[in-house]
């Protein structure tokens, strides 16, 4: 005859450990021996997972300054497609290079017209950069929100400065430069562009007069000392 399985009793329920009392219906993770409640360990459980999802938003941070740093931000992000112009008596820069490159607008943006929301763009990276009487304007449509800044004792100064252009205009002098690279082997101011891309390098660039229209601008660090903001009848 087959034999009972071994199930405890109602009266034989067996000592819980950690329980004072045998067949206490407290379960085993109530309490610990040092008197540790289930609340305060879950409690910690939590502040562990809360610190875990805190991780890839703390990398996604780092991410963005690391791609703004390698200038490859202005393409990452979605421009307005609203052009702005940018001017400057003077830039001095180090560490020069210049590539062709497509900016993209987010979906469905009222800027598309017939470009398909793609932009062609020629962008500028120098390594470090300073303007002098720096100017910024946007038409937005009656009224220009125009930016100043460097007009004083003190330049405006970038590192890592990257700018998508369809238009640049000024005198410009280079040093050792080099017309023709691939702009996927760039050198100069720590930027690589696309592979099969024309593009040109140079060890320092000055443009006086200079005169951009532009569809994105990065920084890595971007000082723009006696800035001032406002609205105006003309842009720059």
Known sequence: MASSPDVPSAGNTPDIPGSDTPGSDTP??????AGTTVGARRGRVRARRAAVMAVPATLVAAGLAVL???GALGVQFSISGMPFTVTATELNGTGF???GGLDNMAEGSPNAGDTGGQVLVITSAIKHATLTKLCQSVDLGGTNLLITAGGGSEKVSATDLTTDSTELSGDAA???IEIGNDASTLTKAGVKGPIGVFSQQADTVRIAHLRQT???TTAGVFKLPGLKLRFSDSGC
């Open 28 to 33: 085993p993770e109530a309490q610990n021996t």
């Open 68 to 70: 703004t740093a390698q």
């Open 97 to 99: 290079e210049q590539f």
């Open 214 to 216: 532009n569809y994105a």
């Open 174 to 176: 280079f040093n050792n």
